[in-house]
């Protein structure tokens, strides 16, 4: 068993910044290969936004390459998504994934929106 705890989200101006947080129930280095951030905005399918390794390789979307970095800290076993330069099509609920003994595991999802 995993439990995902996301926070950070909310509201910002365009062109400006957020930083998400998730912490795991578990070790991240110890128990899992990757972790990763999802979005989905309203009417539309959940879309893969930054992933990493525990050896610490990162791969991002497209459209947030340049803006939003993932990182993690081992020893809090947390995993953040700072986003820069946001834009309205940012907005959506993100949430944290990783995959565990070949199950998938959620966080609850936690708000960004964008104002233009």
């Known amino acids: 068993q995993v439990q995902l705890v996301e926070s950070g989200g909310g509201l910002v101006q365009a062109g400006g910044s957020l930083r998400l947080s998730c912490t795991a129930s578990?070790?991240?280095?110890?128990?899992?290969?990757?972790m990763g951030w999802y979005r989905q905005a309203p009417g539309k399918q959940r879309e893969a936004v930054a992933q990493?390794?525990?050896?610490?390789?990162?791969i991002y979307a497209d459209s947030v390459k340049g803006r939003f970095t993932i990182s993690a800290d081992n020893a809090e076993n947390t995993v953040y998504l700072q986003m820069n330069s946001l834009k309205p099509e940012d907005t959506a609920v993100y949430y944290c994934?990783?995959?565990?003994?070949?199950?998938?595991?959620w966080g609850q999802g936690t708000q960004v929106t964008v104002s233009s």
């Open positions: 994934h990783t995959l565990f003994t070949a199950r998938n595991y």
């Open positions: 578990r070790s991240i280095f110890f128990s899992f290969n990757a």
């Open positions: 990493i390794t525990s050896g610490g390789t990162t």
